[in-house]
């Protein structure tokens, strides 16, 4: 479908099977809207999908906030455009006519989507967070009472340190979503194991 022109550049798939939430698919540093729909379409065929593209350059690749470092945010970017992209969503969900999205983020995308929750709960009806950090020095406060998320972390993931990723599992769970975290024993790339683990939590989340 021809997507309309929205604040991020995005591509949009309606959806097929009305029991399915549509994912907001968060690509990592270097992809682009079209990087996650394959891995869409198979962890949740027939929902709606909706790609945006992170609008944020580092060395010609994109992001959706900047960094001072890897794994060093910067967080006052980071906030602006979680801003933005709730804004984005509030926006497609119009123009598509969808319900609220659950994220599928990896890596780059995946620290948005947690930011997203900790600062904009209601704009995500969940998250499949893959290889995702803590996204806050200091975490805010936010109420994601049943909010289900699904953490797969890699176990020799050699960007996310263990304890860092079990931070994230806590504070989102300290704030009331409905957390399931998994270490999975791969690095920081996508593994057949996470798609295995998506695809059955997100059937779960579809009735299935
Ligand atoms: C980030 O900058 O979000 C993380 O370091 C993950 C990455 O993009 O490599």
Do not use: K
């Not at 479908?1 to 991020?8: A, F, I």
């Not at 010609?60 to 945010?73: C, N």
């Amino acid at each position: 479908m021809t997507p309309h022109t929205l604040t991020l550049t995005h591509r949009f798939e309606p959806g097929a099977d009305p029991r399915r939430a549509p994912l907001l698919l968060l690509h990592g540093t270097g992809g682009d809207e079209t990087d996650l729909l394959p891995l869409g379409r198979a962890v949740a065929p027939g929902a709606a999908l909706l790609s945006p593209r992170g609008a944020v350059l580092e060395n010609g690749m994109p992001r959706f906030f900047r960094r001072l470092a890897e794994g060093v945010f910067d967080e006052a970017d980071l906030r602006a455009r979680t801003g933005d992209l709730a804004g984005f969503v509030a926006e497609a969900r119009g123009t598509y006519g969808i319900g609220a999205p659950i994220a599928l983020g990896f890596s780059n995308g995946a620290n948005i989507a947690a930011s997203l929750l900790l600062l904009r709960p209601g704009t995500l009806a969940g998250a499949v967070l893959i290889r995702p950090m803590m996204p806050f020095a200091d975490p805010p406060p936010a109420d994601l009472a049943g909010v289900p998320v699904l953490i797969l972390s890699g176990a020799v993931d050699p960007i996310v340190p263990a304890a860092n990723a079990r931070a994230l599992a806590r504070t989102l769970s300290e704030r009331g979503a409905a957390v399931e975290h998994a270490e999975l024993p791969a690095g920081h790339g996508l593994s057949q194991a996470d798609l295995a683990r998506a695809t059955a939590w997100l059937a779960a989340r579809a009735g299935g």
